[in-house]
């Protein structure tokens, strides 16, 4: 049985291979190919699995067209193979994604430029299905004419449209999914990982690495870890983190921020939109049709603020955002009232107070630094897509001896299994009749240790927020809580949809 199991004391009589601080996909994904090379890896989480950017992004897995437009070929060829990568190892988390992009003559978005961007992008990629499942296969792209995308998008504007480029990415609709997948096929193959343990010391012997000291955040126990390599993978804390081990190193995360909006309203299309407000300079937004509801996002922006797990984004932003989005589409008629989640998480920029994030992954070995530690390492990356990759080759520079792994490997069933994912408007018979039992097997497996644990980060029951606070009472008799307990991890779901809901806008 794969099972992420938590238990702080027993994991500390243990020594390891590496120890990995950070729990979302970048940790995830070093904690799998480290266990896939048969290394013992442990995974130290501050608080949940995958509970900060990784939860936050517009579920996509880009295969980087879009970088074709500044030939940037190895971050398309690596984009390419880690979407791949998912629709082969992930097949049930992982689906096609069909894009149109309505044009209108101007710049380089004229039909003859992109039905040539769209012939280089499947000529580069050629081996994009090779070995994926039949249903998984990504047709080739082509432009279409104009009363084709009025069919596919009937509320496109129509004034000066000369015809639509479609082609072809992948999405992950429960991306929550992937990061727990990830972590029970790692412990699958004897790896830990701990939730709601934070990192607190590096243990040293004359500059060497040999553990960490962590505390249990449930119980305020503190343990040692014993380990001779140490990853920081801590996401937006990685440069805190690396100047609390070690020193400041200021290019592992100059924060920026990135989100989307949920909005209460039914989705434009099956397709993916990729459009634009007609005036100069402006930006192209990507409309996805997720659980039939309108995705709309991802907008970048400088950060100045301290490091949090969910930054909101100023009103004036959310502001503009609506009102591009009403101007590029006739009749659209969005508004803040309208809006349900804001999902927003920090991201590396390029360089200080800028919105344009890093280009590369960093992967920093302090002992070259002067008078750096032996054995710890920090790494940021900056998309989901390619983190398996950076794992990969973070692995590849700490133990260069090893050999690859299988590349044709699929995650077991057990990883990918499509529990606790419920349509956007389901809601549970009385009692929980029809799920309790499924619900029960997420708990006891999967490290649950709150409710918005179970509701957002393990399953889609958080997906509709009105359907997740309606049923929380219901759910939390799952944990055989008393009244008060209860109360507190209710109040405690009701907190982060305060923070990232509609209730936050009602204000403005």
């Known amino acids: 049985m794969t099972t992420i199991t938590r238990n702080p004391s027993n994991a500390a009589q243990s020594s390891y291979n590496l120890i990995i601080i950070g729990g979302g ?6 904690t799998l190919e480290a266990a896939r090379r048969n290394l013992r890896a442990l995974l130290i989480e501050k608080a949940d699995f995958g509970g900060a950017t990784s939860y936050n992004s517009l579920r996509i897995v880009h295969g980087g067209f879009r970088y074709l437009q500044t030939l940037d070929l190895p971050r398309f060829y690596e984009s390419v193979g880690e979407r791949k990568w998912f629709l082969k190892t992930f097949p049930e988390l992982v689906k096609p994604l069909s894009c149109l992009m309505p044009l209108y003559g101007k710049g380089l978005r004229r039909p003859p430029i992109l039905l040539t961007a769209l012939k280089l992008n ?6 994009r299905n090779q070995g994926i499942r039949p249903d998984r296969h990504l047709p080739p792209g082509k432009v279409i004419k104009t009363e084709a995308v009025k069919a596919i998008f009937p509320n ?3 004034e000066g449209l000369q015809a639509g480029a479609i082609w072809y990415d992948a999405c992950m609709p429960d991306s929550q ?41 449930l119980t305020g126990e503190t343990h040692e870890y014993q380990g001779k390599i140490v990853v920081n993978a801590a996401g937006p804390w990685c440069r805190e983190l690396a100047a609390n081990f070690d020193r400041e190193v200021p ?4 924060k920026s921020i990135a989100w989307n909006i949920l909005f209460d309203r039914a989705s434009l299309s099956d397709f993916a939109l990729a459009i634009e407000p007609k005036k100069p300079n402006a930006q192209t937004y990507f409309l996805h049709p997720w659980k039939g509801r309108l995705l709309a996002g991802t907008i970048h922006n400088p950060w100045f603020k301290t490091i949090e797990a969910n930054p909101i984004p100023d009103p004036s932003e959310i502001s503009e955002f609506i009102d591009n989005l009403n101007f590029a589409i006739p009749g659209l008629k969005l508004s803040q009232s309208q809006i349900l989640r804001v999902f927003s998480g920090l ?67 057990e990883a990918q299994r499509l529990q606790g994912l419920y349509d956007y408007h389901w809601y549970p018979q009385p ?16 490290s649950v240790q709150h409710l918005d644990d179970l509701i957002l980060r393990r399953t889609s029951l958080g997906d509709n927020p009105q359907r ?27 907190e982060f949809y305060q923070r990232c809901g509609m209730a936050e806008w009602a204000k403005i």
Not at 365 to 392: C, D, M
Not at 431 to 446: A, Q
Request: net charge negative; aromatic share 6%; hydrophobic share 40%.
């Open 122 to 127: 499947d000529t580069l990629s050629f081996t």
């Open 251 to 254: 290019n592992l995360f100059y």
């Open 347 to 413: 991201l590396p920029a390029e360089e200080p107070n800028s919105k344009e994030l890093a280009v590369r992954e960093v992967i920093l070995n302090h002992e070259t630094l002067p008078q750096g530690i032996k054995g710890l390492y920090s790494i940021s990356g900056v998309k989901f897509t390619t983190a398996r990759l950076v794992a990969e080759k973070t692995i590849q520079q700490i133990f260069p001896q090893l050999s690859p792994v299988d590349a044709t490997e699929i995650a077991p069933a």
């Open 468 to 494: 997740a606070l309606k049923i929380a009472p219901m759910i939390c008799k799952l944990f055989n809580w008393d009244d008060s307990k209860s109360k507190q991890e209710i109040q405690r779901l009701e």
């Open 177 to 217: 999914r992937l990061v727990i997948g990830a972590l029970r096929w790692a412990c699958s193959l004897g790896a830990t990982a701990l939730n709601y343990v934070e990192a607190q010391d590096l243990l040293k012997v004359n500059q060497t690495v040999s553990g960490v000291v962590a505390q249990d955040q």
């Open 156 to 158: 496109v504007d129509s």
């Open 25 to 30: 996909i970048y940790g995830a994904m070093l």
């Open 431 to 446: 009692e929980l009749n029809d799920c309790s039992e499924e619900l029960k097997d997420i708990i006891k497996n999967e």
